[in-house]
């Protein structure tokens, strides 16, 4: 029994995945709450590195490289653990969801710090110095003329990410996070069939990656290529 | 004469170890048309993205409309500009560019009302009625609510220049203004910059490499290679009897296959 659920056992397979299915869909609402808050997380942090790397400061400008740098290059694993098993050390007590969401977050501002950049470098020369031929001011050239024209490219590309989040989320299966691989392996060890809540794990993934995708790319085509309009 | 509005003082531009200008001195009257001409790499464009304080300068002092451009006068010396500096002395220039860069997401009457609302703090009303005259000064008051991709770039290219007039500069910069134009495009542009060449008391700097539209709207025509000024004169002079050689050679090589 799991979640308030029994499973069904030596009614065939079919009546087997039946029962268990409402509680591998709990399993996927923790997975897709652990997306979400990852995601969330990932676009902040994100946002303020992409912006201390534009720092006057050298100091600041290096400094941030150098963890964003180490962010990516070391296994989202690893951070997971230094979060879950270094931080109380410290007197810093989460609980394993937070910690997961965070370890996902901080790892994935990483890749999300890069893709705001490349947005804003895309923009091309010329619109920063018709801006300043205009006189219009730093603060009013990125509000108005370069952020509109570089969120278009931005946003699919945070989608993506989005998306290689939700495929990360059972690595905190290990921090016990019930999401779905984790109350699948439950299941698994009480009855033995490990079989078919995995194959019902996979299947689910690849529903909800292909969905996601496809709502990545609806966006994407949704967003006018020339910049959000200003009239 | 009347004081210059623009004066540069052995200005020194380098790019790495290249030299683009090497300790020019050129001068510009109020109202006057100037046109500059050369070959490639001659730094006729860096003249104005200098002005227009894009680039900045080595060596030597610039003069607009009698202030320095790119320093200040702080105890009777003169000190670097401060930004501040710089953004009132761009507000008495006004530049078009070889690719437009009109702002994309912006409708044509967005791109021309923009800085006048967000520098000079014109009411929406009053840019958009100002936008609307520039527009039918350029022949585009119905492209108004157009984005800039629904034009030709003839038609953009006139956008660009009502967007720049939209700052009541006291200089107009054009750089290399139809250079990006597809040949049946150039004329439209051309007839616009003609019209306020002969209407308005605005000062204009015009480098291009149409030589015949040069000889018909300037009063002076510079002639510039590799980083000097190598001579300059009314434009029947220059263009009929130039007086140094690298002039005529140039001149023949531009002109002949026109003819």
Redesign the interface.
Known sequence: MLFGYEWVTGQGDLAFAASILPMLLLGLVVTIQATVAGFFIAVILGLIFAALRQSRFRVVRYVTGFVVEFLRDTPLLVQLFFLYYVLPEFGIVLPAFMTGALALGVQYSAYTSQVYRAGIEAV?P??R??A??????ER?TFT??IL??AIPRIIPALGNYAVSIMKDVPILSVVTVLEVLNVAKIIGDQTFNYLVPFTMVGALYLVLTLIASYLVRLLDRAL?K?????? | MSEPIIRFDKVVKRFGALTVLDRLDFTVQPGEKVSIIGPSGSGKSTVLRIL???EPIQEGTIWVDGHPLWHEERDGRLVPASEAHL?EM??L???V?Q?F???????V??NIT??PI??LGMSKQEARERAMELLELVGLADQA?K???QLSGGQQQRVGIA??LA?RPKIMLFDEPTSALDPELVGEVLTVIGKLAHEHDLTMLLVTHEMRFAREVSDRVCFFDQGRMVEEGPPDQLFTEPREARTREFLKAVLAPQE
Do not use: C, S, W, Y
């Open positions: 091309p010329g619109q110095e018709a300043r031929a205009l006189d219009l001011t009013r108005h003329v509109p024209q006018p020339t910049g959000l309009p200003l009239r | 227009m304080t894009l953004r761009r507000k220039l006004g530049m560019f690719q860069n009109l702002f994309p997401h912006m409708t009457l967005r923009e800085a967000a520098v609510d984005f800039p991709h967007r720049a700052m």
